[in-house]
């Protein structure tokens, strides 16, 4: 039984580290990007905005749209 405690404590240890390092990553990645503009990925609130401002501007079509499934 002892040695089910001591695996269970071991486990639980790894996975808290495991999770921190993982907030570490993901903190340290979001700090790097602050000072660079958003990549623009599929249809965004920008390219929406840009395109009611110039409505000669060809409209981009997602080739995965729902409809092609």
């Known amino acids: 039984m002892r040695w089910l405690m001591?695996?269970?404590l071991v486990s639980l240890?790894?996975?808290l580290f495991a999770a921190a390092?993982?907030?570490r990553h993901i903190w340290k990645?979001?700090?790097k990007l602050d000072g660079k503009p958003p990549v623009n990925s599929g249809h965004s609130q920008d390219q929406a905005a840009d395109s009611?401002?110039?409505p000669n501007q060809a409209q981009v079509t997602d080739?995965?749209?729902?409809?092609d499934l």
Request: proline fraction near 5%.
């Open 6 to 8: 001591i695996g269970l």
């Open 29 to 31: 990645h979001r700090t």
């Open 63 to 67: 080739p995965t749209d729902e409809q």
């Open 13 to 15: 240890g790894a996975l």
């Open 52 to 54: 009611k401002q110039n």
């Open 21 to 23: 390092g993982a907030a």
